[in-house]
C-alpha cells in the first residue's frame, strides 16, 4: 500500500523559502510519478509540480517557474519541492500525490493520481 508523507510547510516571509519534502514508502520508488498540489481557501486543488519515475519529465506551472524546483532522492525515497523567493500567493496546503503510469497530457490534473498524502501547510506572510 503506498503512503505519501508531506513535511517542511511553515510560516516563512515573502521572498523567504520553503523545502517540502514527500516521502514515499509501501511501493516501488522507481516506478512512481509524483505530483506536487496546492489548494487555498476557497480555490480548487491546482497542480505545482510534477516529476515522471526517472526525473526525466517535469511540469512547473507558470507561476512558480524558476522560483521553485522538483527533485527526486532515491536513496531516501523521497521527492523534495524547494519553493524559494515565495510570495503571499503561494500560500496553501501543499499534497504530494502518486501513480504508477505515466500521465497522459502534459499537465497534471488531480484525478490522474491514485495516492494521496494529508498535505503539509505553507504560509507566506510578513
Known amino acids: 500500500q503506498v503512503q505519501l508523507v508531506e513535511s517542511g510547510g511553515g510560516l516563512v516571509q515573502p521572498g523567504g523559502s520553503l523545502r517540502l519534502s514527500c516521502a514515499v514508502s509501501?511501493?516501488?520508488?522507481?516506478?512512481?510519478?509524483i505530483g506536487w498540489f496546492r489548494q487555498a481557501p476557497g480555490k480548487e486543488r491546482e497542480a505545482v509540480s510534477y516529476?515522471?519515475?526517472?526525473?526525466?519529465?517535469?511540469y512547473y506551472r507558470r507561476s512558480v517557474k524558476g522560483r521553485f524546483a522538483i527533485y527526486r532522492d532515491t536513496a531516501m525515497t523521497t521527492v523534495h519541492l524547494q519553493m524559494s523567493s515565495l510570495k503571499p500567493e503561494d500560500t496553501a496546503i501543499y499534497y504530494c500525490?502518486?501513480?504508477?503510469?505515466?500521465?497522459?497530457?502534459?499537465?497534471?490534473?488531480?484525478?490522474?493520481?491514485?495516492?494521496w498524502g494529508l498535505g503539509t501547510k505553507g504560509t507566506v506572510s510578513s
Open positions: 500525490a502518486g501513480v504508477d503510469r505515466q500521465l497522459p497530457h502534459a499537465i497534471p490534473l488531480p484525478s490522474d493520481f491514485d495516492h
Open positions: 516529476t515522471n519515475n526517472v526525473g526525466v519529465i517535469t
Open positions: 509501501g511501493f516501488p520508488f522507481e516506478f512512481l510519478m
